[in-house]
């Protein structure tokens, strides 16, 4: 191959490398970009639920939370409180409820918290406290998204769990 050829070739490939690496920077940044909320609804408060194994811990979690001014209306929901709640809800499907031990079901906290910080609260609050098994924040529908049955539950965040390793400390 001749030299001109080979300078071609190689100011090709090398465009078509930066190409990708422009599109693809740009995803990233598109994706950590918070999507505009619907107005009708911006102005009210996300709702984060906070998912533990025991009453207990539901207990002692809430204690700890209590001075944390991020979040308003804290609601407790035992375990047996869940399972009302789960027959209510499934009152149409009585061999899904006989099926079901209130054991099997969480206890949780509730709690009203800013659209904004919702998503980033939920994520910190799953880090900070190991005996949370599950942080769930639901925000304001996006705008232009069009509603549907589950239009709440669509916009539904759970938050990842910490990695947890041999060498990380303790509670």
Known sequence: MRAPAKRAL??????????VAVVLVGMQLSKNKEPELEPACADKPARL????????QMRALAGKLSGDRRLSDPQLETKAKAYESFQKLFKDQPELVK??????????????????????????????????????????????????????DDNAFTAPKPSTSAGSPGK
Request: hydrophobic share 40%; glycine share 6%; proline share 7%.
């Open 10 to 19: 190689l100011l090709g490939g090398s465009a078509a490398v930066i190409i």
């Open 99 to 152: 099926l079901t031990r209130q054991e099997a079901l969480p206890a949780s906290i509730k709690a009203s918290v800013s659209q904004d910080e919702a998503n980033a609260l939920a994520t910190e609050i799953q880090a900070r406290y190991p005996e949370i098994s599950r942080a769930v924040a639901i925000r304001c529908p996006v705008k232009g998204q069009a509603p549907g049955p589950g239009h709440w």
């Open 49 to 56: 639920t906070l998912y533990v194994e025991t009453d207990d």
